[in-house]
């Protein structure tokens, strides 16, 4: 059936009225309204209760009178009923709204009635309320952070920066707000790049890795920095960026870099060391067993005899050998000998007229020796050879060209800082040092050939063996001092060796023994043939009988056999069965007072290191030469003495 059939059409249908329609609209939408007349009358309220009011109509009643429980809301009122609109916020029954109400007028201006209207704001004020929670919170973290953070624009203008960027590049927060603070001024020229490639990375997924780069400071200092940053908004360019100040981990870098290579330059030498003192043991037998017998020949041989010659290339080479064999043991800083306090002034002194015959003709040796230096405790010999070493060193890099060595000696006092910049510098402390300085007017080094030149065998010259420097640096270790090399290629080369200053008085050379006579029965062990049958000739030739042993456990077997005779023993450190030490507590059980004098091819700092038994007479260094034995032997023998153990 259609709607004619049935007598309706849809004229025939009466439209909603308006306030059906509004009706409508306020039931379904958050939206309260009412309207008061001029005085205040409720000419219409939809919805709209003040707080604490009864809900109802309120059309008809008052509502400055209504609103007296409202204070707000009845001051709003009154603000809109004398001509402007006016807003407030308040909460009923647990929901939030805000209260809009605006004056209207008639053609002549005046106020003839406002009309309200009621939002329901709740879940908007939970909203903006978590919103300020939230940016509080990262306000905290941004503004507390110990990283420093940044908000920037792809332009390079810095819109916000917390204080720890501040701190790493210097500046005030007076000087940010005063625009003092650009990305791209502060960036390191060569460092452009890398920002430019993490805006590319930005633009393309949001983030760029973190990356190395240095910022000036506001003091014009660079800082090593990581950074990292993502992109904010594509459409304004801005970006957050994180800066962690790198300078305490590149310090600490550095350090251990510079323990490690100090580390590796000890262990170097160490290892060095392990094997010189393999070398010198074996070695300094068959120079002892050369030296030995070449001397006791030459000893017994006329003047005139055609021999001597030879004999005398014989000696000067197991010398030279010596002296090769005691440089590698100078490498491990072991190098000890006879220390006692001395004037360093004085000793350079003396050398000085073999150095200028050492030397070209065309080097001028200078000497600017300063008079009364505090003592230091050294040993002559090494001394000596460091002196040489660097003499000649320094000539041979001025070449064939005219210059200058000089060599000068002070006192200097060093702190920790100054300690930091020397060779081989552990265990040196601050102090006041006695130095020899050494400078030549030769063709320089660069920094790469500066840090090898201590290195043991590696040299730049052609005829070279690489070993007068690390001599000089293991003696100068083994002195417990410290070097500094100040070169540049073609300003010459400075060294400058560094003693400790000692409070003994420096005294003179011990006096040679020029002649020695013995007697009675001598005890020679040591398990090397050589050096024993060169010791007895040498002891026969000083006036004594000799009894020989081929190692420790038979010579304390042959002293107890003769015992009540044998006036002096020489013992050799390193043998098998029965080593030194064992042999000589052997010896002291049979009899307590007769003088041992040690022999060794280590020196005597690391022998008597290996050796702790006390009550020694004396000690030799193989190869020793006759002049030495006597020595050693007029002081074992001197009437009172029980020896220096």
């Given at each position: 059936m259609t709607d004619e059939a049935n007598g309706r059409d849809g004229a025939g249908v009466p439209p909603a009225s308006a306030r059906e329609v509004l009706g409508f609209v306020l039931q379904h939408a958050p939206v309260r309204v009412f309207e008061v007349d001029a005085q205040g009358i409720f000419l219409m309220n939809e919805g709209v209760n003040p707080p604490g009011s009864r809900p109802g109509s309120l059309v008809g009643i008052n509502a400055l009178a209504a609103y007296r429980s409202f204070p707000e809301g009845l001051a709003a009122l009154q603000v809109a009923l004398a001509g402007t609109e006016s807003e407030v916020r308040y909460i009923s029954e647990g929901k939030t709204y805000d209260l809009i109400l605006?004056?209207?007028?008639?053609?002549?201006?005046?106020v003839i009635s406002v009309l309200g209207m009621a939002q329901v704001v709740t879940e908007r004020v939970r909203a903006e309320q978590e919103a300020r929670k939230s940016e509080e919170r990262f306000r905290r973290v941004f503004e507390s952070n110990m990283i420093g953070l940044t908000f920037f624009r792809t332009n390079g203008e810095v819109l916000e920066v917390n204080d720890a960027l501040l701190a790493i590049l210097g500046y005030s927060r007076a000087d940010f707000e005063a625009g003092g603070l650009n990305w791209r001024t502060s960036t390191v020229p060569g460092f452009e790049h890398l920002d430019e490639q993490a805006l590319a990375q930005m633009a393309a997924s949001g983030v760029c890795p973190a990356f190395e780069k240095e910022f000036f400071r506001k003091d014009g200092s660079r800082v090593p920095v990581i950074l990292g940053g993502a992109s904010l908004s594509e459409a304004s360019g801005t970006g957050v960026a994180f800066v962690l100040d790198l300078s305490e981990r590149k310090q600490n870098q550095e350090e251990r870099e510079r323990l490690q290579a100090q580390l590796l330059q000890v262990q170097k030498l160490e290892s060095l060391g392990v094997l010189a003192g393999g070398i010198a043991h074996d070695f300094n037998n068959l120079l002892t067993a050369i030296l030995g017998s070449a001397s006791a020949a030459m000893l017994t041989l006329p003047n005139e005899s055609p021999a001597r010659p030879d004999l005398d290339n014989v000696i000067l080479a197991s010398r030279r050998a010596a002296n090769l064999t005691r440089q590698l043991l100078a490498y491990s800083?072991?190098?000890?000998?006879e220390v006692r306090p001395i004037d360093l002034s004085v000793h350079v002194r003396e050398l000085a007229t073999l150095l200028e015959t050492t030397i070209s003709k065309k080097v001028q040796l200078r000497l600017e020796l300063t008079q009364d230096l505090p003592a230091v405790a050294a040993d002559i010999a090494q001394l000596q050879q460091i002196v040489m070493n660097l003499v000649i060193n320094g000539a041979e890099a001025i070449g064939d060209q005219r210059g200058t060595v000089l060599v000068a000696t002070g006192v200097q006092a060093i702190d920790e800082f100054y300690v930091q910049s020397l060779f081989s510098?552990?265990?040196i402390e601050p102090g006041t040092y006695v130095y020899l300085e050494v400078h030549d007017t030769g063709c320089g080094m660069d920094e790469a050939t500066k840090m090898r030149i201590f290195d043991p065998f590696f040299t730049t010259k052609f005829t070279g063996r690489g070993l007068g420097l690390a001599a000089v640096m293991g003696i100068v270790r083994g002195h417990k001092g410290a070097m500094k090399v100040y070169s540049s290629p073609g300003k010459g080369t400075t060294f400058k060796v560094f003693f400790p200053a000692s409070d003994a008085v420096a005294v003179g050379p011990a006096p040679e023994v020029m002649s020695f006579r013995g007697e009675g029965l001598a005890l020679v062990i040591d398990d090397d043939q050589g050096v024993r049958e060169a010791a007895s000739r040498l002891l026969e030739f000083f006036g004594f009988r000799v009894l020989q042993a081929v190692d420790g456990r038979h010579g304390a077997e042959v002293f107890r056999q003769h015992a009540g005779e044998v006036v002096v023993i020489?013992?050799?450190?390193?043998?098998?069965?029965?080593?030194g030490e064992e042999t000589f507590r052997e010896i002291r059980r049979v009899r307590s007072d007769v003088p041992v004098i040690l022999t060794s091819g280590y020196n005597e700092?690391?022998?008597?290191?290996r050796f702790t038994a006390k009550g020694l007479a004396g000690f030799l260094q193989k190869p020793f030469t006759p002049k030495e034995l006597s020595q050693k032997l007029a002081l074992a023998l001197k009437p009172g003495s029980r020896g220096s153990g």
């Open positions: 605006s004056p209207r007028r008639d053609a002549q201006g005046a800083g072991k190098g000890h000998f510098s552990e265990g020489i013992l050799d450190m390193t043998m098998p069965e029965m080593n700092i690391e022998a008597t290191r």
